[in-house]
């Protein structure tokens, strides 16, 4: 279903790196993002279901960093470059949504997304709240060691 998939990885040392399947050097994974397509404007069950190879919004459906890498910077620099990179590769993409726990909607916001509400989508006991974003510009790299963003199986 995930149309598109990034990895976060450290900077290698020196002969330990592994290659990764688009060539590039990765020592650690340390994150991802995913995502599908769809002509949706709105999120809804079936929205965050299905991929729409021609869809124009952009669903944003997992955002996850290890804990010993959090609070560095990393999800922010990550999600913009997925967010980029997909829009690169689908310029036609003017949207991307996404639907998380209250604790998260600041973080979402500080990376751009503009709060819409609560969502319609039930997924477990927790409410859910939708975020939207419709542009965005490159941001700085993080401080860290993290230096590669790998799209994966696009």
């Known amino acids: 279903m995930t149309a598109f998939f990034m990895v976060c990885c450290t900077k290698p040392a020196p ?3 592994t290659e990764t399947s688009a060539g590039l050097q990765c020592a650690t994974p340390v994150g991802f993002c995913n995502g599908t397509l769809t002509r949706a404007d709105t999120l809804t069950h079936e929205s965050m279901d299905h991929h729409d190879a021609d869809g124009t919004t952009l669903i944003i459906q997992s955002v ?3 804990p010993e890498y959090r609070r560095r910077g990393v999800a922010t620099h990550m999600l913009r470059q997925y967010i980029l990179y997909v829009r690169h590769q689908r310029p ?8 998380c726990k209250k604790h998260l909607i600041a973080f979402y916001q500080s990376c751009g997304f503009t709060y819409e509400g609560e969502s319609p989508i039930v997924h477990g006991q927790d409410t859910w709240h939708t975020m939207s974003m419709e542009d965005m510009t490159a941001p700085p790299m993080p401080e860290g060691g993290v230096d590669a963003y790998v799209p994966v199986g696009v």
């Open 92 to 99: 036609e993409i003017s949207k991307t949504l996404l639907i």
């Open 15 to 17: 002969d330990t790196a």
């Open 64 to 66: 996850t960093v290890a």
